[in-house]
């Protein structure tokens, strides 16, 4: 058997569902054993967690080399990021640390490998790969929250200081109050305190919520709905390349050459 017949198999196994799934019940359980060795164990089992903890990074060992071995370019494999972060935490895992002056980095290594689910499981990358692509415009969103939070916590401050110095003493701490009213957290305790002194600072409040909980948060969500969108019919235009169909855009390509030829042909 040839190195492209290995290829192919390896290539078989690391796209077979059974072994992505077999790959994510071992990471769950490797959470798991990270929660257990929170609580107070008896040495023998402290010795069957060691043990169990060597066989999950031999076995992540043996996944990320399924996953190399199955590339087609091998090169390829380490442009993706996710792919460098699998192996950093393979490979760091394989240091024996526990009685070292690091061992509180090489718990905290173990329990970053719950992130490896991400990488193995592609509708997740999509959720966090769309997040991230998200943020550029959900930053305005946010930079126009806090203007929001500024004016009325200096209005709050103007107003309601003399009511109650805890709450609304300065700036500082009536941002803090004002994310609890957000929040919604005993916010109309806040409220019927002030409605003592002025039985209109309802209306405050009331706008204020409608401001941040609601319309921003709706333009939140909108954002982050719009871009996964986009992220998904990216995916599905990269996934039909690779099965030789036709995309829109390749169509529309096909349409302005077809153009060109046909003004080319006038023309002469």
């Given amino acids: 058997m040839n190195f492209q017949s290995f290829q192919q198999t390896f290539l078989r196994i690391r796209s077979h569902k059974v072994f992505e799934l077999f790959i994510v019940s071992v990471i769950i359980f490797s959470a798991l054993m990270v929660g257990a060795k929170t609580y107070n164990l008896s040495d023998q089992l402290k010795f069957v967690l060691l043990w169990l903890d060597w066989g999950i990074t031999l076995l992540f060992l043996m996944e990320i080399t399924i996953r190399f071995l199955g590339e087609e370019h091998k090169a390829n494999f380490f442009k993706s990021g996710w792919n460098i972060f699998d192996s950093l935490i393979v490979l760091v895992s394989l240091v024996p640390i526990e009685d070292s002056d690091i061992a509180l980095v090489g718990r905290l290594i173990r329990i970053f490998r719950v992130l490896r689910m991400i990488s193995i499981i592609p509708e997740l990358r999509l959720l966090l790969n769309s997040l991230i692509k998200a943020l ?9 929250m806090f203007i929001i939070f500024y004016i009325y916590a200096a209005v709050g401050t103007t107003f309601f200081a ?10 500082a701490i009536s941002l803090l109050t004002l994310f609890r009213v957000m929040t919604f957290e005993d916010w109309t305790d806040v409220m019927y305190e002030t409605m003592a002194h002025y039985s209109f600072s309802w209306i405050y409040f009331i706008s204020f919520i409608f401001f941040t909980a609601f319309a921003f948060l709706n333009m939140v969500i909108g954002i982050v709905v719009n871009v996964l969108e986009e992220e998904n019919q990216r ?30 042909g006038n023309k002469q």
């Fill in 235 to 264: 995916v599905k235009e990269l996934q039909d390349r690779e099965q030789g169909k036709a995309t829109l855009e390749d169509l529309r390509d096909e349409i302005k050459a077809l153009k060109e030829l046909v003004v080319l």
């Fill in 162 to 171: 003399h009511i109650n110095q805890d709450l609304w003493g300065d700036i």
């Fill in 136 to 144: 550029p415009q959900l930053g305005y969103v946010v930079l126009l």
